[in-house]
């Protein structure tokens, strides 16, 4: 057993996980970031802001990964490379218009939110209610998102 009363292999799975998901944010947070310097268009004023906000959000839950990481007692993933190697949600290059950036986003958040229903289940199979709690809150509030960017999409 760990210090937090997992089992130490147990949590090594769960870090390895999680260190899939934090390269996953890392390439959302990017991501946003451009949409929100090169997004065109009539609804420029509104999406970048959204974009803001996004981005602001995804750079706190990327430290909350992180730190998560450690608590179990491993070590995040903290170089690109790495990030590049392991994330599924592949650089946006040339994105600046509402309905592309928009896909783009909704996109990301499918694979985010699957990546974090294995976390949930996971976390939930070995005991560690600190990882299964982020994940739930994370869920929750992107299956909103979710809904609402597709609703902007019409």
Known sequence: MNRIGLDKTEAQQLAKQLND????????????????WNIKGEKFFE??????ELYDET?????EIAERILTLGEEPA????????????KEQEGLNDAHSTVNSVLDSFEILIRKQRVLLDLSDQYGDEGT??????YIREQEKLVWMYTA???
């Open 132 to 137: 299964n709690a982020l994940m739930s809150d």
């Open 47 to 52: 999406l970048h802001a959204k974009f803001e």
């Open 78 to 89: 903290h170089t690109f490379t790495k990030y590049l190697e392991l994330s599924e949600i």
């Open 21 to 36: 998901l934090l390269a996953n944010y890392q390439l959302f947070y990017m991501n946003l970031r451009a949409f929100h």
């Open 59 to 63: 750079l706190l839950k990327v430290d």
């Open 152 to 154: 902007f999409l019409g």
